[in-house]
C-alpha cells in the first residue's frame, strides 16, 4: 500500500471541496471496497477525507410518504429497520443477500452504490483494463467472462456491477443526493445515476468530481409482494450471477430488474407490461438486445428462469 494523507471532514460542503481541490483525494467510510482496491494499488489515494463523522446516519421518514437514508446507513442497520422490512421489503433481502455479516456492520449505503466491479480482469494488475487504465484493452473480450455483462455492454468493457442493494433500489425508483464542491446539492435519479461503459468504462457515475452523496431517498411505498432472488456460484458470500428483484400487484402486474447482467442495474419499464403474460415474454424485452459472449449466454435462460420462479411464488 502507498503512502497517503489523512484528515476528517466537519461537514458534507466541506469533504467534498477538499476531494475536489487534492489531487489524488478519496472520500472513505467503511472502506470495504476502497482499502481492498488499495492494498492491490488499483486505487492509489494521496489522500483521504474521512466522512464518518457528519452525522448522515439516519433513516428518517419523508413529507411525501417515504424513506430518506443516510449515506451512513451501514448495511445492516438498513436491512433491520423495521420500516424498510415492512414497507420495502425487496431492499431488506437484496442486503442480506450480499457480502458477510461483518462486511454489512461496515459497508455504507453510499459506499455500497459506488462499488467498482468485480470482474477478474479489473483486479488482475498484470491485465489491460479499460475501467483501471482507460485505453489499455480489455482483457475480459475473448477471455474468461462466465459471470461478466450480456446486455449495455461496449467494445470497450462487459463488466457487471456488483451490487445487490442497487438493483433494489432502481426498482424502488430512488433517487440519490448530494452535495458539489461548491456547496449546490441535487437530486440524482437513480435511473441515471450509474453509467453504461461506451467508451468511457472508467466513468461509472454521473457524479462530478468532489461531489459527495449525502442520503438515498426512497419515495412512499408501492405495495404488492417483495422478492430478491439471487443465483450465484456458492451459497453465500458470492456475487449474483443473475438477481431478480421484483414487486408483484394481485392483478399479475408489477415492476423487476436484474442484477449481474450489465454495468448498471438493469430495468426496462417497457419490459414490465409484460410481466402477466408470463417471463418469457418479459425477458424477451428486458433483454432485447443482449449480446453474450459464449461463456455467458447460459444468462439468458437463467433470467428467464428465476423470474419465472419469482412469479410461480407471487402466483402461489
Given amino acids: 500500500m502507498k503512502s497517503f494523507s489523512y484528515e476528517r471532514a466537519r461537514t458534507p460542503a466541506e469533504a467534498a471541496a477538499i476531494v475536489a481541490r487534492t489531487q489524488g483525494a478519496r472520500f472513505i467510510a467503511g472502506g470495504t471496497n476502497l482499502l481492498d482496491l488499495m492494498k492491490l494499488q ?20 419523508t413529507p411525501e410518504g417515504g424513506l430518506r437514508i443516510g449515506a451512513l446507513v451501514r448495511n445492516t442497520d438498513l436491512a433491520a429497520d423495521k420500516r424498510v422490512r415492512k414497507d420495502y421489503a425487496v431492499l431488506s433481502r437484496a442486503l442480506l443477500a450480499g457480502a458477510s455479516g461483518q462486511l454489512r456492520n461496515k459497508a455504507t449505503t453510499a459506499g455500497n452504490l459506488l462499488q467498482r466491479t468485480r470482474c477478474p480482469y479489473f483486479y488482475d494488475t498484470n491485465q489491460p483494463c479499460n475501467k483501471r487504465k482507460p485505453g489499455s484493452g480489455c482483457a475480459a473480450i475473448g477471455g474468461v467472462s462466465r459471470s461478466l455483462g450480456v446486455i449495455g455492454i461496449s467494445d470497450a468493457c462487459i463488466a457487471t456491477h456488483p451490487s445487490d442493494m442497487a438493483v433494489a433500489m432502481r426498482l424502488l425508483d430512488a433517487s440519490v443526493e448530494t452535495v458539489k464542491p461548491d456547496g449546490a446539492t441535487r437530486a440524482i435519479p437513480i435511473a441515471d445515476f450509474h453509467t453504461l461503459p461506451g467508451d468511457t468504462p472508467h466513468i461509472e457515475t454521473t457524479l462530478v468530481p468532489g461531489e459527495l452523496i449525502t442520503a438515498v431517498t426512497l419515495p412512499k411505498p408501492v405495495g ?21 428483484a421484483a414487486v408483484i400487484q394481485k392483478d399479475g402486474t408489477g415492476r423487476v430488474a436484474l442484477g449481474g447482467v450489465a454495468h448498471k442495474p438493469w430495468r426496462i419499464e417497457a419490459a414490465e407490461e409484460q410481466l402477466p403474460k408470463g417471463a418469457k415474454r418479459t425477458n424477451e424485452v428486458l433483454l432485447a438486445g443482449a449480446q453474450p459472449t459464449h461463456e455467458n449466454a447460459f444468462k439468458l435462460t437463467l433470467a428467464e428462469r428465476t423470474l419465472d420462479s419469482v412469479l410461480a411464488e407471487a402466483r402461489a
Fill in 42 to 61: 488499483i486505487e492509489t489515494p494521496t489522500h483521504l477525507v474521512d466522512v464518518n463523522g457528519l452525522q448522515l446516519d439516519k433513516i428518517e421518514a
Fill in 224 to 244: 404488492g409482494k417483495h422478492f430478491y432472488h439471487k443465483v450465484r456460484d456458492r451459497a453465500s458470500y458470492a456475487f449474483a450471477l443473475i438477481s431478480v
